[in-house]
């Protein structure tokens, strides 16, 4: 599986941006896809992460800070993940990588290489 992150940026606070990751490869089994961040001098944090579920709607989750400022999507037909980044704040800036986890796996199995995302104030 080859995970491909895009959409970052330099934006102001209270803009926004849309990151996007492109999933190809052995795919089938992949039934958690996620957004982390790493700032400078911080561990990676998990920010938003969607399970799906065969015969009911996706399940998502968000991290305390980006609750309803972030939003995970994803598209199924293009095997693509995304995430609406708004009203971003300077604590925002960070590397964003995209995962992506196997069914009955424990931890995420394939990483993406990053998008940097920067909010100056």
């Known amino acids: 599986v080859q995970l491909v992150e895009s959409g970052g940026g330099l934006v102001q606070a209270g803009g926004f941006l849309r990151l996007s990751c492109a999933a190809s490869?052995?795919?089938?089994?992949?039934?958690?896809r996620a957004w982390y961040r790493q700032a400078p001098g911080k561990e990676r944090e998990l920010v938003a992460a969607?399970?799906?579920?065969?015969?009911?709607?996706?399940?998502?989750y968000y991290v305390d800070s980006v609750k309803g400022r972030f939003t995970i999507s994803r598209d199924k037909a293009k095997n693509t993940l995304y995430l609406q980044l708004n009203g971003l704040k300077p604590e925002d800036t960070a590397m964003y990588y995209c995962?992506?986890?196997?069914?009955?796996?424990?931890?995420?199995?394939?990483w993406g290489q990053g998008t940097q995302v920067t909010v100056s104030s």
């Open positions: 490869g052995s795919i089938a089994n992949i039934n958690a």
């Open positions: 995962a992506a986890r196997e069914r009955l796996s424990r931890a995420y199995d394939y």
């Open positions: 969607i399970f799906s579920a065969d015969s009911s709607a996706d399940i998502t």
